[in-house]
């Protein structure tokens, strides 16, 4: 088999050294009078450009599709996925025009589109997609399913290759519409072309977009790619602006210094919509989420290790307030760990713990908490029921607002509970390694990966580790029955029980689901917005009006 392996990739180095030069000659002609640089300003000032704020540098330089590196959503504009995440999990075509799964789920075969071309104008066939996955997907360091489990991925012909696991996994399909690390580069991305180990050195796909320049930690400017195969962009370029600061891309958009801020790209302050409704110039838009927002009980914390402490901290919780009073009505109170917007999650199996104070003191004094001395505060054997709540508002500045409702929710039913702000990084520290916590505001996924990949990332131990938030072993053999399930009606059954038995044991405290926003100045339209974090809006559909 290696020999095959070694004579094929042989072959494909001998076509991409001849492809590529055939293209380097093409692209030399076709480009002598529309390369960007070359220009001129009459030209230049007639093209319509497009500002976005993002939170951070896109990292265009280390924007490998095999990696981890860089904005996953720049990713997404610049490569192309063989198929893609649609609406509550559709599964619809990308690259991939079509495939076909074996009857026992290990076998899938995938039928390219034909005439697709990478933006430095190589051809896009199954050897581009067999060398583009053999570069990560051996990595002992990813955990990805469509990893671990590959046994063999061989082109077929041009247009067909096939995909062989050892064994039956449902969310195979999903993981390959990720932002990363599945997408498709292509061969002349890396030194030497074509070399399954080669070096990254630039980011070249076969997505809508490609770049037109990069200053690390200000902008990407990205102009539309001449050979995508799919629908044109409407605009000329579209400018990513670093703008770190939440307030200060709020003034950005005050200014028309950017004409769209919000969701995952560089989120917007709570507090600002308001300013942001009143501006003619901008319009504000919402979108249902597929993320909540929830805390995570440390299991080996002798209190919470009692199903009715943790049932009494979730009763103390007005997860109505947090969104009416808190969020200024922006998302909805959590009825589960997920909302309906997510794969699997029906109102039928959504439920959870309501807002009843009194029934929490009653569950507390069940456990055997009473407040003997009349401080306030509940004990048991002497101790008093104090719990430490770690977050941070680095990333989500509401947080600190929600810990101190909680902080005063859960003092009228006689818990201590004290709050310690962290920074992002000693809070993930917490989070995945420490486990200095007590109970942890904690965020679940998005989209594709909900909910199982979230579900294994969290609530599954692996042979190494514990699982990071509770650990029962009842709920791991059902999510494993659920991921290896061929049959979707099975698999729905399976979905039903793992959440039963999450709200039968209070495995976590649920806050709020929130929304997606983001702010657009009046003279962009079609805007409309995608079905994935890593897609947040549909670029190709944006045009840009005078000011």
């Known amino acids: 088999m290696n020999n095959m392996l070694n004579r094929s990739r042989r072959l494909f180095l001998a076509w991409v050294l001849l492809t590529l030069a055939i293209a380097l000659v093409l692209g030399a002609c076709s480009n002598a009078t529309t390369r960007p640089e070359e220009t001129s300003e009459t030209a230049s000032s007639e093209q319509t450009t497009l500002t976005v704020a993002m939170t951070s540098d896109a990292g265009i ?22 198929v893609e995440y649609g609406e509550k999990g559709e599964i619809v075509p990308g690259l991939a025009e079509s495939w076909e799964i074996s009857e026992d789920g290990t076998v899938y075969t995938f039928h390219l589109r034909q005439g697709v071309t990478f933006s430095d104008g190589l ?38 290759f096939t995909m062989t696991f050892n064994k039956a996994y449902y969310p195979f399909l999903t993981e390959l519409s990720f932002a990363r690390p599945v997408r498709i580069l292509s061969p002349s991305a890396v030194e030497p072309a074509g070399d399954v180990n080669g070096e990254f050195i630039q980011a070249v796909g076969s997505g ?49 210094e950017v004409d769209i801020a919000g969701t995952q790209l560089g989120r917007l302050p709570v507090e600002s919509l308001p300013v942001i409704e009143g ?88 456990a055997g ?8 505060v509940v004990e048991k054997d002497g101790q008093p029921l104090t719990l430490n709540l770690v977050l941070q508002q680095a990333e989500f500045p509401e947080w600190k ?28 520290d917490a989070l995945w390694t420490t486990k200095a916590y007590d109970l942890i505001l904690y965020r679940t996924y998005d989209d594709a990966y909900n909910p199982h990949s979230f579900l294994l990332s969290l609530f599954r131990k692996t042979a190494d ?83």
């Open 208 to 256: 809508a977009w490609m770049v037109e320049s990069y200053v690390r930690d200000r902008e990407t400017i990205l102009v539309p790619n001449p050979h995508y195969w799919g629908e044109a962009p409407e605009v000329d370029r579209i400018v990513l602006k670093v703008i770190p600061d939440p307030q200060s891309r709020v003034m950005a958009l005050q200014s028309g």
């Open 369 to 376: 908490y009473t407040d003997a001395d009349g401080d306030g």
């Open 61 to 82: 330089d280390q924007l490998d599709a095999g990696a981890y590196n860089g904005s996953m959503h720049v990713q997404a504009m610049i490569y192309d996925s063989l």
């Open 123 to 160: 051809a896009l066939n199954a050897e581009a997609v067999v060398f583009s996955f053999e570069r990560w997907i051996h990595d002992p360091a990813n955990s990805l399913q469509i990893a671990t489990a590959l046994e063999a991925i061989e082109a077929v012909d041009e247009h067909t």
């Open 465 to 547: 580790t514990p699982a990071v938030a509770w650990s029962d072993r009842e709920l791991e053999a059902l999510i494993d029955t659920a991921v290896g399930s061929t049959d979707l009606e099975e698999r729905q059954a399976t979905y039903d029980a793992i959440f039963a038995r999450m709200y039968e044991q209070a495995m976590f405290a649920a806050v709020y689901y929130p929304e997606e926003i983001v702010a657009v100045n009046q003279r962009v339209s079609d805007f409309a917005f995608g079905h994935s974090t890593f897609r947040p809006i549909l670029w190709q559909e944006l045009k840009v009006g005078d000011r």
């Open 401 to 428: 607002a929600i810990g101190e409702l909680m902080q005063y929710e859960l003092q009228e039913i006689g818990i201590d509970l004290k709050l310690q702000m962290l920074e992002p990084n000693s809070y993930y």
């Open 279 to 366: 501006d003619d110039a901008l319009e504000l838009l919402s979108a249902e989420g597929t993320n909540s927002h929830f805390m995570i009980f440390n299991p080996a914390v002798t209190a919470l290790q009692d199903l009715h402490v943790r049932q009494a901290v979730n009763l103390a919780i007005n997860k109505a307030s947090i969104v009416e009073d808190l969020m200024d009505g922006v998302g909805h109170e959590a009825k589960g760990l997920f909302p309906l917007t997510v794969p699997y999650v029906t109102e039928t199996n959504q439920q959870w713990y309501g807002y009843d104070p009194e029934e929490a003191r009653q569950l507390l004094a069940k």
